[in-house]
């Protein structure tokens, strides 16, 4: 077991956090040293711009932004660099106070997939350094990188300005390959050296939650004194129980006295709606009168390897019979999206891998309990039996014994959802930003003095 510290529960602890414990981040003092004014953060494949749900967008672009704009709030100045996915973007846009996004051409606007990426990171970093070399020294105090491709471009940056590099890897190659969903491309040995080399080059390594803290340390051999963990958050402002599951369904047109088990997230291998679909197969199989009572929406658009059969979920579903029970909706914004989780009963996440699984916490906020898979940060994210139910292993029979327990049980989605929704509380933003600006303090404090020593 590593033995990074992570600041939870009001106390600090080593090894894994238990998934029972609320994440509170106890801020760890640093005297007088200083948070950055101003820091440069990295997103090359994904713009914070851009809508989660489909194509490369999704919890990190979210993360991305709630993060930039909290960050903004206690002061601390923000300015994305992503890559123009199209032509005629103004090179810099306001998102909010304090937070802008530049966009930096790096190879063709549009077609270009993520794996193509790698060839175009000379590109981007090219264009970060234009945009530094248009300011003072010491302009930015600390790069903050997202995924491996950015943190490439930030090591290389972080060097030319002098500045520390803190970075977060969202999702690993080793993590992803050792539970692959099956017919499902692995990740190349070049993300894999990629990101053994960024975990030796960053200052620090920001976990989302204890178990992936312990999979830097255990699979690259990361340093845990460089390991923070700090918990993505919810915007607990938007996602809220609101007037409740039946004004919801109302406004959404979904049937009252349905049984609605809820997907919603990007369609590829890795999420495993097909899961879903097949579980849902297998509870109709055992009771034909089902039929009528369930009513089962897709909200998402095809992503990643599923981009190569973006029709194979409509596919499933006729092949299982149950092509009138499974509804498809493109993604939609946060604003109508939280209406999807509030309408649902129950939202089912049997993916294969989630670094942490911010649309779990999202639902809960909204009032829902969640069905998930044990796997990454979701045993955290889903208090198992209290605000949700975790489900080992991908069998459609037990994903379908589960389901089952909400038909059985009515009172379960009520009961479960309020304590989702109070246990969703104690994942705001906030905690989140002011966890991460400790973690930068930290990294600038100890950069500093590694310089100071180099030279004394």
């Known amino acids: 077991?590593?033995?990074?510290?992570?600041?939870?529960?009001?106390?600090?602890?080593?090894?894994?956090?238990?998934?029972?414990?609320?994440?509170?981040?106890?801020?760890?003092?640093?005297?007088?040293?200083?948070?950055?004014?101003?820091?440069?953060?990295?997103?090359?494949?994904?713009?914070?711009?851009?809508?989660?749900?489909?194509?490369?967008?999704?919890?990190?672009?979210?993360?991305?932004?709630?993060?930039?704009?909290?960050?903004?709030?206690?002061?601390?100045?923000?300015?994305?660099?992503?890559?123009?996915?199209?032509?005629?973007?103004?090179?810099?846009?306001?998102?909010?106070?304090?937070?802008?996004?530049?966009?930096?051409?790096?190879?063709?606007?549009?077609?270009?997939?993520?794996?193509?990426?790698?060839?175009?990171?000379?590109?981007?970093?090219?264009?970060?350094?234009?945009?530094?070399?248009?300011?003072?020294?010491?302009?930015?105090d600390l790069v903050h990188s997202h995924y491996w491709l950015s943190g490439h471009v930030g090591w290389l940056a972080a060097e030319r300005w002098g500045v520390p590099l803190v970075h977060a890897m969202h999702t690993m190659a080793k993590v992803k390959n050792a539970a692959l969903a099956e017919g499902d491309t692995p990740e190349p040995a070049a993300r894999v050296i990629g990101e053994t080399q960024i975990v030796n080059a960053a200052d620090r390594l920001i976990a989302n939650t204890a178990e992936e803290a312990d999979e830097l340390v255990r699979h690259y051999e990361a340093d845990p004194a460089k390991v923070a963990v700090v918990h993505p958050g919810v915007n607990l402002e938007r996602f809220t129980v609101g007037d409740g599951r039946a004004a919801a369904r109302a406004r959404l047109g979904l049937p009252q006295d349905a049984l609605i088990p809820l997907f919603a997230g990007r369609i590829q291998p890795l999420k495993a709606p097909d899961i879903l679909l097949r579980a849902v197969a297998v509870m109709?199989?055992?009771?034909?009168?089902?039929?009528?009572?369930?009513f089962v929406p897709v909200v998402g658009g095809p992503s990643g390897s599923g981009l190569a059969k973006p029709e194979g979920l409509q596919k499933l579903a006729a092949k299982l019979g149950i092509a009138d029970l499974v509804h498809f909706h493109p993604p939609v914004g946060q604003d109508r999206l939280v209406d999807w989780f509030r309408a649902a009963s129950v939202l089912v996440m049997p993916s294969y891998n989630e670094s942490f699984g911010l649309v779990a916490i999202e639902a809960q906020a909204a009032g829902t309990p969640v069905l998930a898979a044990e796997v990454g940060g979701l045993p955290v994210a889903v208090n198992d039996g209290v605000t949700g139910i975790l489900v080992p292993g991908h069998d459609p029979a037990d994903w379908a014994n589960r389901l089952q327990r909400f038909v059985d049980h009515p009172a379960l989605t009520e009961r479960m959802g309020r304590e989702a929704a109070r246990h969703a509380q104690f994942f705001g933003w906030d905690t989140a930003a002011s966890g991460t600006a400790d973690v930068y303090t930290a990294a600038i404090h100890d950069h500093r003095r590694r310089v100071r020593s180099h030279h004394g």
């Open 1 to 140: 077991m590593s033995q990074y510290v992570s600041r939870l529960g009001g106390r600090r602890t080593t090894g894994r956090l238990t998934r029972h414990d609320p994440p509170r981040l106890r801020l760890p003092e640093f005297g007088q040293h200083r948070k950055p004014r101003r820091v440069a953060m990295l997103s090359v494949h994904t713009s914070p711009l851009h809508q989660p749900g489909t194509g490369d967008a999704g919890g990190m672009n979210v993360y991305i932004v709630e993060l930039a704009k909290r960050l903004a709030a206690i002061n601390i100045e923000v300015e994305i660099f992503t890559r123009a996915t199209e032509g005629g973007l103004p090179p810099v846009v306001e998102l909010s106070p304090g937070v802008l996004v530049r966009h930096v051409d790096a190879g063709p606007y549009e077609g270009l997939a993520k794996e193509e990426l790698p060839a175009q990171l000379c590109a981007f970093t090219h264009g970060v350094m234009q945009a530094w070399a248009g300011h003072r020294p010491g302009y930015y």
């Open 284 to 294: 109709v199989d055992r009771d034909p009168s089902l039929r009528g009572r369930l």
